[in-house]
C-alpha cells in the first residue's frame, strides 16, 4: 500500500515546464518533451487500487488560460478536504500566454497544497488530460475545466461515497455569462435517481456524456485515454469506454450544501456556440464512429453506446431544423462517413411516405431477410416496415441490420406464428399487418407506395390486404422464386381454408374480372392475387417470368402480368458492406483459393468439382485449396474425407451474412451452381442471390451453369456446365493455371500439402 509518507510533495511541486526534472519525469509517464500521446493500456491491464494514494487527483488542462483559470485554482484552495487528500495537476498546453508564470506564482503562494504542473506544446485538451491521466497518484481522478468552479465541499462530499467500482456524479450548475446561476441541470435533475443507490452504468448513460462532475476510480481511468484526433466529443468518447467494466455503477455524491460543480457557459460553450456543418454534422459523426469502435461484450454497454450514438445525432436534427435546405447536403456527408450502425431512425423518423410489407426481414439471419434489406436500399425510399417476428426460426444477426437501416423510417414486429405455408398463420400476420399499416397510414398521411417481397407468402398477403382498401397506392410485388412449384418443380402444398382473408382476396381477383381463375393451394391464391392487384411485377430473371406465366394457364392474366413486369436482378450490397464485420478466416499464401458458399441440397452441391480435383494430377492438386461453407458441414466433411482430399478441401459451417461479405474477397474465385434441374422444369427459374454477392467482391467467378439458365447469360469469369465431370476437372485445371499466374498467388516452397488454415 502507497502511503502519504511515500509521496514526495516538494518534488511535485518543482515539476514545471523549466524543472530539470520535466524530461525524467514525463519520460517514467511514457510521454516525450514533446507531449505526444501514450499507448493505450489493454483493459485489464490496468494498475491495482492499492497501488495508489487514498483521495483524489484534480486533473486541470488549460490553453491560453491565464485569464481564466485562477477562479478554477482558487475553488481549489477553498476546499473543506484536507489538503493532503489531494493533488492538482495543471497541463498547460500550446503556446505560452503567461499562464506558466501566473501556475509558477500560484505554486509559490499555496505552499499547503501539491500542485503538480506539467507543461506540453502541442496544443490538446485530450492530450494534455492524458497526460494528467498518467501522472495521477490518487485512487481517484476528477477532471475540471480551467474556465470552471467547484463549490466548497466538491471534492469531500465525492470522496465520500467513492469505492473501486463505482464512479461518483455530483450537482451540476450552469453559470451564465451574467453570473446567475442555474441549478436546474440535465445531470441535476437525474441525479436524484442515483442518491444511495449504485446503478449499473450502462443504465445511466448519460454520465458519460460530459467531462464534469465526476469521480472516477483511478486504475480504471488510467486505463483508457482520451482521443486526441477528435475536434470535440474526446471526453465522451473517452467515458465510453468505461463500459467495458459492466461490475461499475454511478451513485450521487454525498447530499449536503455547497457540493456542486459550477459549469460557465461561454459564447462558444457546446449549449450556446452557433451551429455550423463542421461542428454539428462533421464532429459528431467522428464521435459516432468512435463510439461504434469500442467493442464491448454486454448487451447493456451495446444499448449504451446505441444510446450515446443517438444522443450525437441530436445535434444533427439541431442542425437540420435550423438549415432545412442543407438535408440533401447532411445525408450525403453521413453516406460517406456514418459507420454501419449509425442510428439512421433518428433522421429518417416521420419521413416515410412509402411501406413495406416484408414477413422475414433483416435482422433474422435468412436468405429472403438479407435479400429484400439490400432491394429496399437499392429502391431507395424511405419506408416504414411491416414484418413478423421470425425469432422461433431463425436466429438473430444483428450486423444485417446495417444493409437497410439508411431507409428505415418506423418498424414494426408483428407477434404471429412463424409459418411457411399454413393459411391460418399467415392470416393472422396479414390482418395484424394491416391494422398496423392502417394506423400508420392514418397518423402520417396516405402512403404513396407499397412494396413487398415473397418468397415467404405473408408479404404478398398483408400488401394485397392493404391495397383493396387503398386503390391509389401504387404496389410493386417482387418474387424471389416461383411460389406454386419448388426447386424440383413439384407443386407446393399448402392447404386454404375458407377464413376471411381468402374470401377477402377471391372478392378482390372477382372485382377485376379473374373470379373464374382456379385455385386449389394456398399459393395459387397468393400468386395469382399479386398478379392480379399488383401495380408492378418483379421478377429475378426472364426464365422466372416465362416460367411463371406458364403456370398461369389463362391467356388474359398472362397478358395483364407481361404488361406490368420488370425484371429486377438481386442487388448487390454497398462497397462499405463488405468492410463492415471482418472475418477471423485465412487462406494459405502460395495457392489458388476457390471459395464456395451454399447449401447442399439433393439438386445443388459441388460433388463434381470434388470428383475433378480427385483427377488432378498430383502438381495440379499441390497448387489448390477449396473451402466449403454449408449446411451440413459435418456430412461433407466426412465426404472429403473419404475421398482423401482433406489437404485440399477445407469445410466449414456457415458464416454470418455480413462476414461471408468480408470473406469473399479473401479468395482468387468463388465458385456458384446452378441447380440441377429436374425434368419438371421445361426451363432453369433460379438464379442465386449470392451470384450479386460475389460481383460486389471485385474477385473472379466460377459458375457451374445449367444450358439456358438465367445465370448462363450473365458476365462470369469462368463458365462450365454444371454436372460435367469431365469438362469440370479440364476447366479448373485452366483456371488454377490462369489465376496462378496473378502475383498474389507465387508458388509454395514445401512440396508437401498444408493443413486447414483454421488449424495453423
Known sequence: ????????????????????????????????????????????QVPE??????????????????????????????????????????????????????????????????????ATAPASAGGARNIGLAAARFANVTFVDDDDEVERSYLSSALAMATPEVIVVSPLVDVHLDGTRDANTMVSTRLSALVGRPTPLHQVPWVLGLNACKLVPTHLAQAYRFREDLASGEDLVYFAELLHHPQLSAVAAREGADTAYLRALRDDSISRRALDVDFAVDQRLSCIRALSAIDVDSAGGRAAIESLQLAQTGHILRFLEQYPGERESVIDRIEHAAPNDFPWESLNRGTARDLAFVYCFAPYSDTSAVVAAKAIAERGLVVDVVTNDMSAVRRL?????????????????ISATPSFAGWEPISDFATKALAAAELRNATKGPYRTVYSRALWVGSHVAAALFKLHHWQVRWSAEFSDPLRRGADGVPRSGALTDNDVARRLKAGLQSRGFGHLQVDTLFDLVEQATFVLADEVIFTN?????????????????????????????????????????????????????????????????????????NLPMDLRRQVRIHIFCNVAKDVKAQVAALGLGNVVYVNNYLSYMEFLNATTLFDVLLVNDVTRDERLPINPFLPSKLSDYRGSGRSVWALIDEG????????????????????????????????????????????????????
Open 542 to 614: 426472364t426464365n422466372q417470368f416465362d416460367y411463371m406465366l406458364s403456370l398461369t394457364r389463362d391467356p388474359r392474366l398472362a397478358e395483364v402480368v407481361a404488361a406490368k413486369a420488370r425484371i429486377r436482378e438481386h442487388p448487390t450490397p454497398a462497397p462499405t458492406a463488405y468492410q463492415a464485420v471482418p472475418t477471423s478466416y485465412q487462406v494459405p499464401d502460395g495457392v489458388v483459393n476457390i471459395g464456395y458458399f451454399g447449401s447442399f441440397y439433393p439438386n445443388r452441391g459441388i460433388g463434381d468439382v470434388l470428383t475433378a480435383l480427385l
Open 709 to 760: 439458365s438465367a445465370m448462363s447469360r450473365m458476365p462470369l469469369t469462368y463458365v462450365t456446365p454444371v454436372g460435367d465431370s469431365a469438362r469440370i476437372a479440364h476447366d479448373l485445371a485452366k483456371i488454377i493455371a490462369q489465376e496462378s499466374r496473378h502475383p498474389t498467388v507465387q508458388p509454395i516452397n514445401d512440396p508437401t500439402m498444408e493443413g486447414h488454415p483454421r488449424d495453423q
Open 1 to 44: 500500500m502507497v502511503t502519504a509518507a511515500d509521496f514526495d510533495r516538494d518534488y511535485a511541486r518543482r515539476l514545471t515546464l523549466d524543472s530539470k526534472e520535466l524530461t525524467a519525469e514525463l519520460s517514467a509517464l511514457g510521454i516525450g518533451r514533446d507531449g505526444l500521446p501514450m499507448e493505450p493500456v489493454a483493459p485489464g
Open 397 to 413: 444477426d444483428p450486423a444485417v441490420a446495417s444493409l437497410a437501416r439508411r431507409w428505415i423510417d418506423e418498424s414494426t414486429v
Open 49 to 118: 487500487p492499492g497501488q495508489l494514494l487514498p483521495g483524489v487527483s484534480v486533473i486541470i488542462p488549460t490553453y491560453r488560460g491565464a485569464g481564466r483559470i485562477m477562479g478554477a485554482l482558487m475553488s481549489l484552495v477553498d476546499q473543506d478536504l484536507d489538503p493532503s487528500r489531494f493533488e492538482i495537476i495543471v497541463i498547460p498546453n500550446g503556446p505560452d500566454d503567461g499562464t506558466r508564470a501566473l501556475l509558477a506564482a500560484f505554486v509559490r503562494s499555496q505552499p499547503d497544497l501539491t500542485v503538480r504542473v506539467i
